[in-house]
């Protein structure tokens, strides 16, 4: 198991931006003109119309900026504080608001999911938090015909999530719990009822006291498509053409959890920091979330034997190595033409958020060459903290 994980400094920051430019950057980090050369480099590359970006350091916000245009209509510029789509990255809010209930003694990760939602049916073996949390619940992913440009589900509210499980709460397992890796926004979705039955809170009013305020993320939300959204971002998709369209209408309200959450790139990194420097968890939790919990991660095959993946899977979050041998802890995120990614070294207290309006967009990797700018270099006996200080 890597060590990657070290009590880290808090380091308290109000953060203003100055009025938006193309390409916007706020702070005086002096790799910020790199970031944005590089950011314009990337734009040109993918055809995305608009990258958000911002990075933290050692607790504070070094980098926010962005380039492009947050939306095409009115061709805003897009910046760090550009409100975004961030898909399966609320997979990890979602988490950390589930460990916060470990660490109180509401929830055990151990706990069988039908104590908190006992509207999802047994199954033929149990099903615990930690395989939710771990993707190796054996519980589905989307199915053909339920999502899409005519999906089932997707032009639908759910008022709870009783509702929200109806599409697939009867499904067989794919395999048995706790043997085999399957990436499941569904079985994420169910910490929704983990949520709001341990904490007696609407989950949304949940993640806003407990998560979101204290953390500093004043511009994240659920998506709930009649509200208006400042400084809202749009994704897109491409026609048979390749021609930039808007992308079909969504009602995320059956994947809070997994995928239906708003935020910023400044957001993200201050969430990124939260978690490190002990304001959202406390060190023992960070600790056994960015902890190896699935190695090697084998991956269930439908159509034969399991494929070994090349990351380590921790709680919610994935486990990877840089070029130079580095463990960072990164979530990617994908929906309505938005690409996003959180992506931390806790070690060197460093957190770096990048968003885009158009796919394909490789968000971790985009993420790791801006990180690359700010890691020192590997040698023996190098320690994180003293090498920087």
């Known amino acids: 198991m890597p060590s990657i994980l070290k009590p880290l400094k808090l380091s308290a920051l109000l953060f203003v931006l100055a009025p938006a430019t193309l390409p916007a950057q706020s702070g005086a980090d002096a790799h910020g003109p790199a970031i944005l050369r590089y950011l314009e480099q990337v734009r040109n590359e993918t055809g995305a119309p608009g990258i958000s970006a911002a990075v933290g350091l050692g607790g504070e916000m070094v980098f926010s900026g962005g380039v492009g245009y ?30 916060q209930l470990v ?17 999802y049916p047994e199954k033929r073996a149990p099903i615990t938090l930690q395989q939710i949390l771990t993707h190796t619940s054996g519980i589905r992913h989307y199915a053909a015909g339920e999502f899409g440009p005519y999906g089932l589900y997707e032009a639908r509210h759910f008022e709870d999530i009783n509702e929200a499980i109806e599409h697939f709460r009867d499904a067989p397992l794919l395999f048995e719990p706790g043997t085999l890796y399957w990436y499941s926004s569904h079985a994420f979705n169910l910490l929704q009822g983990v949520v709001e039955t341990a904490s007696g809170l609407k989950f949304e009013e949940y993640m806003r006291q407990f998560v979101w305020e204290p953390a500093g993320m004043a511009s994240s939300s659920f998506d709930v498509p009649s509200r208006i959204v400042n400084r809202r971002g749009r994704g897109y998709v491409r026609d048979d053409r390749g021609i930039l369209v808007n992308p079909p209408y969504v009602d995320p309200s059956y994947k809070y959890a997994g995928g239906g959450m708003l935020s910023t790139s400044e957001d993200l990194v201050r969430f990124g920091e939260a978690i ?16 190896v919990h699935v190695d090697p991660v084998m991956e269930y095959n439908p159509r034969g034997a ?9 709680l919610a979050f994935q486990l990877d190595q840089d070029a130079e041998g580095r463990w960072y802890i990164d979530k990617t995120g994908t929906v309505k033409g938005t690409r996003s990614v959180v992506l931390t070294y806790p070690e060197y207290e460093l957190v770096v958020a990048i968003q885009a309006n158009a796919l394909p967009f490789d968000s971790r990797k985009y993420a790791q060459a801006i990180a690359q700018m700010y890691l020192p270099p590997v040698h023996e006996g190098f320690r994180p903290a003293e090498g920087r200080r």
């Open 70 to 99: 947050a939306e095409l209509d009115n061709r805003t510029p897009a910046d760090g504080e550009t409100v975004w789509n961030v898909g399966s990255v609320s997979k990890v809010l979602a988490a950390v608001a589930v460990m």
């Open 306 to 314: 399991p494929v070994k993946q090349d990351f380590k899977m921790a």
């Open 276 to 291: 490190n420097d002990g304001t959202l968890l406390k060190p023992e939790t960070v600790a056994n979330m960015y902890a």
């Open 103 to 119: 660490e109180r003694g509401k929830v055990s990760l151990d706990d069988h999911i039908q104590e908190y939602v006992p509207s």
